[in-house]
């Protein structure tokens, strides 16, 4: 171990730290953001005929796509409080929507406002540094002819398919409304789940292998870390279903019937997600019962040893104590060879009960 991680292991063996990040979410409390956040907009206006990338240097810039006869996806990288309300406020949309934007913590959920689906989920990566999993707020939202998204964090996403598709002139994104852009944004997010898990699972079986081979404290504080980092994992996952479903019941004429089948299939890996979620914890659970196990065995190990130890010096204690008693008449106290003969009795009766204890295969 890394004389770094070390040292952060002995000052904090059970990463309190880290228990208080994931269990403790207020989403009503006012989030404190940084105020010079770097942020990037991009805009693409696509057709079947082409496609326009825009930087842009403020949200003013993406005013004028809101009247476009093409598709556009304006996407914005780093959170700041007013080009958010200017945005949407521009764009109609609904107060509500903009707190959940700049809300913290948000449980994932889909709503309907004003003509408009918004949808907020988690995107989840797995940082092999710190061996957790981070989460990034990302806000979707679908309205006539455009989809607007917000990040929180400016420097990854894993939307860049999309944007490789978007540049194929065959590729179905393209040639499809935005209600197909919105489930392509979507479906990534949920596909990269996977990978996280997958991060998961190959952590979970080295500490399998580990436990097996070695159970210590450190053992029980790594299982501890990764039973955290699953319920950040769970947290993240499970309400993406419920997401999902309030897509595929909402009435919305934004979300052609054609579309619908794609959401479906979204759905359905959702589901896979949410089981493998839930059959890793299972694992863990597991874990920790076989490091109970084992350190159980190691102290029987012990004690088995400390008891035949035991066994094996009672007959001489037994025969010392006898001839140590404070008689004047003991029989072969005063011969010559009464030392010799204790002595002799004190190693037959050990090396007797040996062969009877490897008989019976108590050791």
């Known amino acids: 171990m890394p004389s770094k991680n070390y040292l952060e292991y002995i000052l904090n063996p059970f990463d309190l730290l880290r228990s208080k990040k994931v269990l403790h979410v207020n989403p009503t409390v006012i989030p404190e953001r940084k105020i010079n956040v770097g942020s990037k907009i991009m805009a693409y206006e696509y057709s079947p005929d082409g496609l326009q990338t825009f930087p842009l240097n403020n949200v003013e810039d993406c005013y004028p796509f809101l009247n476009s006869a093409s598709n556009t996806w304006i996407n914005v990288d780093g959170i700041k409080k007013e080009d958010v309300e200017n945005l949407c406020t521009h764009y109609g949309i609904h107060q509500l929507i903009i707190e959940d934007i700049l809300s913290m913590g948000q449980r994932p959920k889909t709503d309907e406002i004003n003509g408009l689906v918004f949808s907020l989920l988690n995107m989840l990566y797995y940082n092999e540094e710190l061996k957790s999993v981070e989460s990034e707020q990302v806000s979707i939202i679908l309205g006539k002819n455009f989809v607007i998204s917000f990040q929180e964090d400016a420097h ?20 499809s409304g935005s209600d197909f852009l919105f489930y392509s944004l979507v479906d990534l997010i949920v596909d990269h789940y996977f990978l996280v898990m997958e991060k998961m699972g190959e952590r979970i079986e080295l500490l399998e292998e580990d436990i097996i081979r070695r159970a ?25 279903r419920e997401m999902v479903s309030g897509i595929l019941r909402s009435e919305s004429e934004l979300i052609q019937e054609r579309t619908e089948k794609y959401f479906k299939d979204v759905y359905d890996h959702i589901i896979q997600a949410t089981d493998l979620a839930e059959n890793y914890r299972d694992m863990m659970m597991n874990l920790q019962d076989l490091y109970l ?28 104590g006898i001839f140590g008693m404070n008689f004047d008449e003991i029989p072969w106290l005063h011969t010559s060879y009464g030392f010799f003969l204790a002595v002799s009795v004190m190693l037959v009766i050990p090396i007797i009960m040996m062969v009877i204890f490897r008989k019976r295969g108590w050791y």
């Open 156 to 175: 990854r996403d894993v939307f860049n398919p999309v944007r490789e598709k978007l540049k194929i002139a065959v590729s179905k994104v393209r040639n």
């Open 293 to 320: 196990s084992n350190v159980n065995l190691k102290l029987n190990e012990v004690m088995k040893v400390m008891a035949i130890v035991t066994c094996l010096l009672a007959p001489a204690t037994v025969i010392g």
């Open 216 to 240: 210590d404290n450190r053992s029980l504080a790594r299982i501890n870390h990764h039973r955290k980092e699953l319920i950040l994992l769970k947290r993240n996952i499970a309400p993406v």
